[in-house]
Each structure stands twice: as structure tokens, then as C-alpha cells.
């Protein structure tokens, strides 16, 4: 599959097509560090929107739930999806009201997706979802057994039409504005990870272990 | 309006219900304490997931862009829209791959938006997202003028039929998995407002105002 994803009339940006990205050296590292999507589906021509953790393996993602999810029954029939990934980086703050804006990173994928029905693959997009939340996770954690692997669905959605929109640096004015006494910038933010919790039933002796510790460093891009 | 809003057919959990909650002292704090909102709208079936910026004035949610915005122009048409806002509290980490999940709190809210068009309440909307992004600082900046009132399209959307999902707290393991010899704990995150950046055209001598160096304070909760 080619890096370079083409445009089509629906991933286009209509308004400041500067903004957009279609490649997927773009696109991935934001689907990356994000810990979660937001799902849109339509029923009946009620739109949801269902925000969810997810999980990238090479060029699709997956997303699950419990087998009893209506989410999921609805998307797996095979209905039109829109999955949607947002970082949030700065706050943009202009001379005039007008001009405040937000700097960040998002990304839009249409398609439809797929049950996945083999054993392997729903395990192999299990530790991707733990992988994805922290990586080193899989390696010491009990693996799903066949029972869980039952109840949970797993489906793929290829990423293949898809644009990534980004917004950076400082505010712009309007020239007469410049001039005003007042302060502008941007204020940098990001999603922050603070010291673990121990589980309140966690056995004595267990210490938090360096990947989890180090995690906050690791995400912070 | 009364502060419990009632469960719809389409707002009411089906799975984990007692997650759900449906009273606008649950709902506006998180609607508050985001940057961003998710909307949702489909258009010939083709659902679209939108990142944008938002307020709320009272019982109302209100969302802007250009007038030329083909994302407002559909929705001002009536179509049904969902807005969904989610954020992120924390890693839950069980000693399960299985029972790996996060702590959030996210608000639905289902209805059809419209178009505002009387320019007080259009400037009234305007303040409102210059405040949400950070108190204080409509009263320093330059005002909307008519043009640019004009080439804003601002969308009102009732809080009516809305619902909030929150997980708190730390893993669930099955019970034979407690003797494993694996961390488990939550790692919390929450989005963190690093040292403003200053404009690189800021006039000298302008220094950052008290409401922004205190952002990071006054957000987190």
C-alpha cells in the first residue's frame, strides 16, 4: 500500500487545505499517540459518536468491546463508520476575540468495517490494544483465554481513506492589532501522566515496573 | 428546566447502566472542563466525526466556524447531530490483558442544532468560547466587529437529550488473578498547561497576564 493516500472528494479539505495531510508518515504517529478515538455511525439517520480505545497494526485499525455492544453489532453489519483522532497541543490566544484558535492534530478515517472472526487475529489485536495503552504491557499480564476472546468483538477498519489536519504555532492577527497592549501567545498543553496508583489489592512486594513508571516520558512526544 | 434530564430510547445505556448518568450537575462540569467536542452528523449515510472547539450558556451548547464551513452549513440545515465530549482520567492496568481499561468521563448530547443569527447573541456565543478556552480574557482583547460576526456561523444545540458515562477507580481482576505477580494500578492522566510561549510578534514590556500563568491551576480539577 502506497505511503501517499490519495484525496477523495470526502477527505478533502474544503477550507484551509493547508491544513491537510494525506500521508501516512503523518497520520500514524498521531493515530499512535492517542489513547483514544471517536466512533461515528449512523442509525436510521441518527448520528452516534462513541468514544473508545483503539489500536493500529500496520495499515488498520481496530477497535472492540464486549460482543454484546450495540456500537459494535452496528458497525460489524457491514454500516459506513467515520473514526476520528484528536491531540489537543496548544491554546492560541490572539489580540481579537475572532482569532483565538487551538493547536492540534487530528485525524479522520471513513470506511467501513469488518468483523475479525479468527482466534489469532482477535489475540494479536488484544495485545495491540494493550500495547497501545502501554507498551511492555502484554509481556507480563495474563492473555485472554478462549472465553474472553468469545466475548469480546474485535473489528478492522482499513486505513485507506484518510487525512490528517494540523494546526500549529502562534496566534495570527490582523495587522492593526499588533499594536494593542495585550498579551499573546500560546499556552502548551498535553496529556500529562502523574505517579501510579498501587491497586488497593495489590500483594505486598510488587513494585510499579520501569516501563509504567517511565511512561510518561516515553508518550510525551 | 429540570436539572434531571430523562433517559431516552437512544441515550440510555444498554450495557454497564450503572455508568450512566443523567443530571446536569454530572453533565455541565465535564462539558466545562473541555477544550474540544466530537460532532457527529451523516450525510447520504456517510457519517463525519468533527473536532472543534465549543461553550455552553446555560442549558445550551454552542459550537462556530467560517460561514463558509460545509460542517455548519449541513448542520443549520437541521439534520440530526451528536456531540460528544470525552476526557481522559487514567490507565487502568489489571493483571488481565482482558480488564485493561481507562478511566474517562464522556457526555452525549443528541438533538439538531440552529442556526444563531441575531448578532448580540452571536456576540454573546463568541465570549462564551473566548471564556471557555480561558476566564478572563474577553475582557483584553478586541471585540468581534460586524464583518467578522458575519463570517461567523454560530450553531446552538439544546441540552436536552444528553447523557454522561464515567468509569473511576481502579481494575477489576478476576478473582484468580490477584495471586499473579504483575503490577496493577491505575496511572492518571490529565491534560497539563505547560509555561505560556510568547508571541514572536509580542510588543515589548507586554507581560503574560495572572489568568494564563494560573491556566494550569484553574483547569485542572
Redesign the interface.
Known sequence: MSVQLNPTE?TRL??LPKRGHFDRHTIYPILDEA??C?????IE???????T?FARIDDDLYIHG?A???MLRNLASG??????V?L?DG?V??????H?S?N?R?V?I?GKAELVTDFDDKNRA??A??EH??PG??A??????EL?LKA?SVLKLPIDEASAKIRTG??I?DDE???????????????????????????DG????DY?SN?SQNRES
Open positions: 470526502k474544503k477550507r489513547f483514544i471517536h466512533v461515528g455511525f449512523a439517520g441518527q448520528p452516534y459518536v462513541i468514544p480505545g464486549s454484546a455492544s450495540r454500516i459506513d463508520v467515520c473514526v476520528t484528536t489537543i491554546l490566544l490572539a489580540r481579537s476575540a475572532f483565538h487551538m492540534y487530528s479522520v471513513l488484544l495485545e490494544f494493550t495503552i502501554i504491557r502484554w507480563e499480564v495474563r492473555w485472554p483465554t474472553e469480546t502562534g496566534p492577527d492589532d499588533y499594536t494593542m497592549n495585550v498579551w499573546a501567545g500560546v499556552i502548551p498543553l498535553s496529556l500529562h501522566a502523574a505517579a501510579p496508583i498501587n491497586d488497593e489489592k495489590l500483594t510488587i513494585r510499579v515496573p509504567v511512561h
